[in-house]
């Protein structure tokens, strides 16, 4: 069955970097877009990027670009997410999901458990 | 653009209540638009993708819809049961960016 299980929550000190892993399963890794979404606090649901999992190539949220990094390792089947320059407001819980059908157009089908990243000094 | 929804809704057992989602720009038929339920603590689950198809598993209890002269998408839930007490978010992609609506409350009682 499809599983996607992540790792690297934690907390951080401002200014650092976290990243958080998402160990893909149940299907064909490279067939699939994979989304990362957090959920901050007495917040909404935010989008921060996407990654093709086929050839690297990504897409980021304006308000995360330069700050964060997508990869993925096809031998392992997980792809990564790197943000940098924490600040307390990057204290949130962390998702990956896989894009519905592999494509972009329609949401999200699996998600991973969540990654809670605490920044606080 | 953007997705406008309620900040909340309540209503009791056995109920029926519709959330809505008002797209800012464009029209709210140009790209599909999907519902997840999210649940503190847990993963958000898709009930309703494609504007109006229902994941396995979900029950048909839950219903999405489109309407177009008021260009939004509602989410509508009859036999209100408290499991189904959550927060709930549309979703839908902008040709470069998946983009949330704010997430409605929905309580209970």
């Known amino acids: 069955q499809v599983q996607l299980v992540q790792s690297g929550a934690g907390m951080k000190k401002p200014g650092a970097s976290v990243k958080v892993s998402c160990q893909t399963s149940?299907?064909?890794?490279?067939?699939?877009?994979i989304n990362w979404v957090r959920r901050a606090p007495g917040q909404g649901l935010e989008w921060m990027g996407i990654i093709n999992p086929s050839d690297g190539g990504t897409t980021y949220a304006q308000k995360f670009q330069g700050r964060i990094t997508l990869t993925r390792d096809t031998a392992a089947s997980t792809v990564y997410m790197e943000l940098s320059s924490l600040r307390s407001d990057d204290t949130a819980t962390y998702f990956c999901?896989?894009?519905?059908?592999?494509?972009?157009?329609?949401?999200?089908?699996?998600w991973g458990q969540g990654a809670l990243v605490t920044v606080s000094s | 653009f953007m997705l406008t929804q309620p900040h909340s809704v309540s209503e009791s057992p056995g109920g029926t209540v519709t959330i809505s989602c008002t797209r800012s720009?464009?029209?709210?038929?140009?790209?599909?638009v999907q519902w997840y339920q999210h649940r503190p603590g847990s993963s958000p689950v898709t009930v309703i993708h494609e504007d109006n198809l229902r994941p396995s598993g979900v029950p048909d209890r839950f219903f999405g819809s489109i309407d177009s002269s008021s260009n939004s998408a509602s989410l509508t839930i009859s036999g209100l049961k408290t499991e189904d007490e959550a927060d709930y978010y549309c979703q839908s992609f902008d040709g470069r960016d998946q983009v949330f609506g704010g997430g409605t409350k929905l309580t209970v009682l």
């Open positions: 720009s464009g029209s709210i038929v140009t790209n599909y």
């Open positions: 999901a896989r894009a519905r059908r592999g494509i972009t157009l329609i949401g999200f089908d699996y």
């Open positions: 149940g299907y064909p890794f490279i067939s699939y877009y």
